[in-house]
């Protein structure tokens, strides 16, 4: 993805924070609709299980420990990357406190649907105000360049192992694990382009980016 003029600067950083802070929201509505979470999700839930910690701090912890795995792999945090730890558990948290719990079925496949649809939107946000991957993205981009194995291969042995571990500590996985699976990618690829920065051409004036991003889409 081309980098957008200095002048976009404050619609980037609006875009930056509006993202993460509806992708914390948007998973926290998965929580609630307790019929299965994106795959790092599900880990979180089964770290906050068995601490006793909540979610949000879970998520948290372990994207900061993530960024240390950059170190060894000589990736490059951006402020997105940096903001993308505290931002998305903070608004997780928050929007927990905010909504009731949901029992009915009535209700709770909505709140997944919405959910889902949210966390597209959030992620076309953020990833086109171009400030870094987060954390989990980057590991994942690292382990492709370092050990040569395919995006697709690092990322499902990534999920995979994530999942599993998160389901054995309690971790929530349904239909709506595999919902999201695979809705994300194409809602996020839509509102990447909807939300795309235009950059400056030659002459001055802007035009829509005609490039895409990195060949992941972020996992939180």
């Given at each position: 993805?081309?980098?957008?003029?200095?002048g976009?600067?404050?619609?980037?950083?609006?875009?930056?924070?509006?993202?993460?802070?509806?992708?914390?929201?948007?998973?926290a509505?998965?929580?609630?609709?307790?019929?299965?979470?994106?795959?790092?999700?599900?880990l979180h839930?089964?770290?906050?299980?068995?601490?006793?910690?909540?979610?949000?701090?879970?998520?948290?912890?372990?994207?900061?420990?993530?960024?240390?795995l950059?170190?060894?792999?000589?990736?490059?945090?951006?402020?997105?990357?940096?903001?993308?730890v505290?931002?998305?558990?903070?608004?997780?948290?928050?929007?927990?406190?905010?909504?009731?719990?949901?029992?009915?079925?009535?209700?709770?496949?909505?709140?997944?649907?919405?959910?889902?649809?949210?966390?597209?939107?959030?992620?076309?946000?953020?990833?086109?105000?171009?400030?870094?991957?987060?954390?989990?993205?980057?590991?994942?981009?690292?382990?492709?360049?370092?050990?040569?194995?395919?995006?697709?291969?690092?990322?499902?042995?990534?999920?995979?192992?994530?999942v599993?571990?998160?389901?054995?500590?309690?971790?929530?996985?349904?239909?709506?694990?595999?919902?999201?699976?695979?809705?994300?990618?194409?809602?996020?690829?839509?509102?990447l382009?909807?939300?795309a920065?235009?950059?400056?051409?030659?002459?001055?004036?802007?035009?829509?980016?005609?490039?895409?991003?990195?060949?992941?889409?972020?996992?939180?």
């Amino acid at each position: 993805m081309s980098t957008p003029p200095a002048g976009r600067l404050p619609r980037r950083l609006l875009q930056l924070y509006l993202g993460l802070a509806l992708y914390g929201a948007s998973s926290a509505l998965l929580v609630e609709a307790g019929l299965g979470l994106e795959p790092w999700g599900v880990l979180h839930q089964g770290l906050a299980e068995l601490t006793g910690l909540t979610i949000g701090v879970v998520s948290i912890i372990v994207g900061a420990a993530v960024l240390l795995l950059w170190i060894p792999l000589r990736q490059r945090p951006g402020l997105g990357t940096v903001s993308n730890v505290f931002v998305i558990g903070i608004a997780m948290d928050g929007t927990l406190a905010l909504v009731p719990d949901a029992h009915p079925l009535a209700v709770r496949i909505p709140l997944l649907v919405a959910g889902i649809l949210l966390n597209g939107v959030a992620t076309g946000l953020y990833i086109a105000a171009v400030f870094g991957p987060g954390p989990r993205d980057g590991l994942m981009t690292g382990l492709h360049r370092r050990t040569g194995r395919s995006i697709r291969l690092v990322r499902t042995a990534l999920e995979l192992a994530v999942v599993a571990t998160g389901f054995v500590l309690g971790g929530t996985v349904g239909v709506g694990t595999v919902l999201y699976a695979v809705a994300i990618g194409p809602l996020a690829q839509l509102f990447l382009r909807v939300f795309a920065v235009p950059p400056a051409s030659p002459s001055g004036s802007t035009v829509v980016a005609a490039g895409q991003p990195e060949r992941a889409i972020l996992r939180r």
